[in-house]
């Protein structure tokens, strides 16, 4: 069955999300069982907001900060659609991205608002995923 132009351009969005995504959380992509990264991360609870956060500061937010503006912008205005979302694109993002912790949906849901946060990005009154 053919696709509509809405669903093209749907997947085209969805497909920059994801690599505006890679481009903030290069460090951990493929690197959920490297030694090195959770030996510099220490123990991370995925359902714990202050070891999520300090897991963020420790690899993601100072590479962001070496960003252009343009690509920092770029990479709120994906993490602000994702918050309107239902959760399942962050979802199959994250646990697609093998990162060093948070390896179930469950998990990727209490993530993502962590992210959202630290970015400075709004979230609405219901979290992704509920």
Not at 77 to 91: C, D, K, M, P, Y
Not at 117 to 129: A, E, Q, W, Y
């Amino acid at each position: 069955m053919r696709k509509t132009a809405q669903q093209r351009l749907a997947e085209r969005e969805a497909c920059a999300r994801s690599e505006l995504l890679d481009s903030l959380f290069d460090a951990w992509i493929g690197q959920a069982a490297n030694a090195g990264t959770l030996a510099r991360l220490g123990p991370v609870d995925p359902l714990n907001t202050q070891d999520v956060a300090r897991a963020l500061k420790v690899d993601i937010e100072k590479p962001f900060t070496a960003l252009t503006r343009e690509t920092q912008a770029r990479i709120k205005a994906a993490l602000t659609v994702l918050t309107n979302s239902n959760g399942a694109e962050f979802r199959a993002y994250w646990l697609d991205l093998r990162a060093p912790f948070g390896a179930t949906e469950a998990e990727a849901d209490a993530i993502f608002p962590v992210v959202a946060r630290t970015f400075g990005v709004k979230l609405p009154d219901t979290s992704p995923g509920s």
